[in-house]
């Protein structure tokens, strides 16, 4: 039985240490350039080298992006750029354009490249092509679906990785090939700048009748025609590794460190159990969809991996995601007086009572009992994001736990009512 790789998107130090504490096995990351997520917060060096050391120190891997569709212009700082990650030494590049490829064979040819699924890898042939120039791992199209990729794996040597999306939001473009970005905006989503149009409203509105919009759908509100529900594929783990898929990849680098903690930690319990036996997996089914469903999501599609979507893939009437929790921030440290330090990333109060999330599963119920900022002064509430806090706990907490917030507003805990003010 094939044991497979969990890998998990990091948009900063923070999301990257939770990656790792929460069950992933490698983490892929963008640098400042180069990568497809420029409005992502993204790494500099130094914050590369730190979480690649922290990442090491915990036996994980740190795979770095540089899978922009290049243009001349681009490939004139790829050389140094690849010179500068040559030193901090992360396990892998992702990388898609052969341009961008041959650049990083040719500086750092003792880093690992993987085939991102921006370079449309839809065939065995394919994957025997990038074998041939040394490649050892290509990242499957989205648009595949498990019977193709179980050929693939009968067609190409045993010790070449297939990795594969299993979780996440979808691009309605070719293997994110998609050109609304650039046509409406300017912003180019093969390089890095998508606006994501995919996710606006559309109407129909016919050239002598300005001014008039005639739905797409029957929603007089219009209709979201290109708005994909997210791809999860939890319940289906057995399926993913009798295809042959070496690395189960998780979409998200511009997700919160609860979001990622959320999916980390479902997907890892989750293959441990199937390692164990097939029966304890099914067993606790009904847990990781409960789970994965605490995290932000668009609704829930199986993508490509059964035959081609249809319109129930779709979503028309939102755009929105459903949220269940609210991310309060993760403990970074505890002091003298056994207060845990966090940076709030949301409101909350003393007298609430909210959830410390534990990687191995757990999820505690504790009750504030109080919060004090920088000064050493004890405050109510915590209504500034990204303030250094300190915070007295009913419940034992540890580092790295995230603290969580449900968003049931009919709950009163103690006298203090939950003010729900969201500044994420």
């Known amino acids: 039985m094939r044991n497979p790789e969990l890998l998990i998107p990091a948009s900063s130090l923070e999301v990257l240490k939770t990656a790792v504490i929460f069950g992933g096995d490698a983490v892929y990351i963008g640098g400042e350039a180069f990568g497809l997520r420029a409005k992502a917060k993204n790494f500099s060096m130094d914050e590369m080298k730190e979480g690649i050391t922290f990442a090491h120190e915990r036996g994980k891997k740190v795979y770095v992006t540089a899978n922009i569709l290049a243009h001349n212009e681009d490939l004139k700082g790829a050389a140094s750029y690849f010179e500068e990650l040559k030193e ?18 040719r500086v750092c040819p003792e880093i690992d490249i993987h085939i991102s699924t921006q370079a449309n890898n839809t065939n065995y042939e394919t994957y025997l092509f990038w074998y041939g120039l040394g490649v050892g791992r290509v990242v499957a199209a989205r648009e595949m679906s498990l019977k193709e990729i179980q050929e693939i794996r009968n067609k190409i040597p045993e010790d070449m990785e297939i990795e594969a999306f299993v979780h996440g939001a979808m691009c309605m473009a070719y293997s994110g090939r998609c050109l609304l970005s ?19 409203k559309y109407a129909v509105v016919e050239e002598k009748r300005q001014g008039e919009y005639f739905p797409i759908y029957e929603n007089e509100r219009g209709t979201y025609i290109f708005n994909s529900k997210d791809l999860c594929m939890i319940e289906h783990i057995p399926d993913l590794i009798e295809a042959g898929i070496d690395s189960l990849k998780v979409e998200g680098r511009m997700k919160t460190a609860l979001y990622v903690a959320t999916v980390a930690r479902t997907y890892r319990k989750a293959l441990d159990d199937y390692h164990i ?79 410390i999330m534990k990687p191995d ?25 990204k303030q250094t806090l300190f915070l007295v706990l009913e419940e034992e907490a540890s580092l790295y736990d995230i603290l969580r917030r449900k968003e049931d507003r009919g709950e009163k805990n103690h006298e203090t009512a939950d003010c729900g003010c969201s500044l994420l």
């Open 361 to 385: 599963g757990r999820n505690v119920k504790a009750y504030v009992k109080g919060i004090y900022n920088e000064k050493e002064e004890e405050i109510k509430s915590a209504p500034h994001p």
């Open 277 to 355: 036996s097939l029966k304890q997996y099914e067993e606790n089914l009904n847990w990781y969809k409960e789970e994965i469903g605490k995290c932000t999501y668009r609704q829930f599609t199986t993508g490509f991996f059964y035959g081609k979507p249809d319109e129930t893939t779709q979503i028309y009437d939102s755009n929105t995601y459903k949220t269940e929790y609210t991310y309060l921030g993760m403990i970074e440290g505890i002091d003298e007086k056994g207060r845990y330090k966090i940076t709030q990333r949301n409101k909350f109060s003393v007298g609430e009572f909210i959830e």
């Open 182 to 200: 650039s046509f409406f905006t300017g912003r180019d989503g093969n390089r890095g700048a998508c606006t994501h149009p995919c996710r606006w």
């Open 88 to 105: 901090i030494k992360p396990d892998a590049l992702i990388i898609s354009d052969p341009g961008m490829f041959s650049i990083a064979k």
